[in-house]
């Protein structure tokens, strides 16, 4: 049974079931307070609050999302233990950014498993950013770092491993559609999916997590 670890929400609405728009981390309504008006203004949640899978129990499950990741599992470990991340967090960042598909390149042509801009592949092997290990080893660091500069506030790091920022709008967050990138908008159901997705090993794909879908219009590839 899930133990429920965020406090005196009263407009945050937990489910143990995980349903398109809430789960045991919460609503999409709650974590993206303030994104229809006003200005994403999240609460603060730490880390060590978050409601999460054991990564090596989640891939002993037939179902697992997390099959495309199992190849990785040891630098999941290695690097979740060295910057003291949850290694399930980081393998669902590379679910959410690539499928754990590390030819990946993104629409503004963000590279491999942890989609890293091109200012994180400067120190690449051999300028190949893709590199599994300097790929998940990069993209870890750079989520430690966010957690530190905004003094372990989770949601707002993980929105802003996505591009989101405090303040950011609707008309923000889907600025970029209707431009050649469109695939550059910012996921509004990416906290939802993330959280309530991928951590809880679940697909948030196939099960399609959230109430935005404002990357469905976009061409693929």
Same mark, same amino acid.
């Given at each position: 049974? &899930?133990? %429920?670890?965020?406090?005196?929400?009263?407009?945050?609405? !937990?489910?143990?079931? +995980?349903?398109?728009?809430?789960?045991?981390?919460?609503? +999409? &309504?709650?974590?993206? *307070? /303030?994104?229809?008006?006003?200005?994403?203004?999240?609460? &603060?949640?730490?880390?060590?609050?978050?409601?999460?899978? =054991?990564?090596?129990?989640?891939?002993?499950?037939?179902?697992?999302?997390?099959?495309?990741?199992?190849?990785?599992? =040891?630098?999941?470990?290695?690097?979740?233990?060295? !910057?003291?991340?949850? $290694?399930?967090?980081?393998?669902?960042?590379?679910?959410?950014?690539?499928? *754990?598909? $590390?030819?990946?390149?993104?629409?503004?042509?963000?590279? /491999?498993?942890?989609?890293?801009?091109?200012?994180?592949?400067?120190?690449?092997?051999?300028?190949?950013? #893709?590199? +599994?290990? &300097?790929?998940?080893?990069?993209?870890?660091?750079?989520?430690?770092?966010?957690? =530190?500069?905004?003094?372990? =506030?989770?949601? %707002?790091? +993980?929105?802003?491993?996505?591009?989101? !920022?405090?303040?950011?709008?609707?008309?923000?967050?889907?600025?970029?559609?209707?431009?050649?990138?469109?695939?550059? #908008?910012?996921?509004?159901?990416?906290?939802? #999916? !993330? %959280?309530?997705?991928?951590?809880?090993?679940?697909?948030?794909?196939?099960?399609?997590?959230?109430?935005?879908?404002?990357?469905?219009? *976009?061409?693929?590839?």
């Amino acid at each position: 049974m &899930y133990t %429920l670890l965020f406090f005196n929400q009263s407009l945050n609405v !937990f489910t143990v079931d +995980i349903t398109s728009q809430s789960g045991p981390n919460g609503n +999409i &309504y709650w974590m993206n *307070c /303030g994104v229809g008006d006003s200005g994403w203004n999240p609460t &603060y949640v730490n880390i060590n609050q978050l409601i999460v899978k =054991d990564f090596a129990t989640a891939l002993q499950d037939p179902n697992t999302p997390f099959s495309a990741c199992s190849s990785y599992t =040891d630098k999941f470990y290695e690097y979740g233990q060295q !910057f003291g991340i949850p $290694p399930i967090v980081i393998a669902s960042f590379a679910m959410q950014e690539s499928s *754990c598909d $590390p030819t990946t390149v993104g629409g503004a042509g963000e590279q /491999g498993l942890m989609q890293l801009t091109s200012d994180k592949c400067t120190s690449a092997p051999n300028g190949d950013c #893709q590199d +599994i290990d &300097y790929n998940i080893k990069t993209g870890t660091q750079y989520f430690k770092s966010l957690l =530190d500069d905004n003094n372990g =506030d989770v949601l %707002l790091s +993980i929105g802003s491993y996505n591009g989101w !920022f405090k303040g950011m709008t609707y008309a923000d967050a889907t600025a970029a559609a209707s431009t050649g990138c469109c695939r550059c #908008q910012n996921n509004l159901d990416y906290l939802h #999916q !993330f %959280l309530n997705g991928w951590c809880q090993n679940v697909n948030a794909y196939s099960d399609n997590l959230g109430m935005y879908h404002n990357l469905d219009a *976009c061409p693929s590839g």
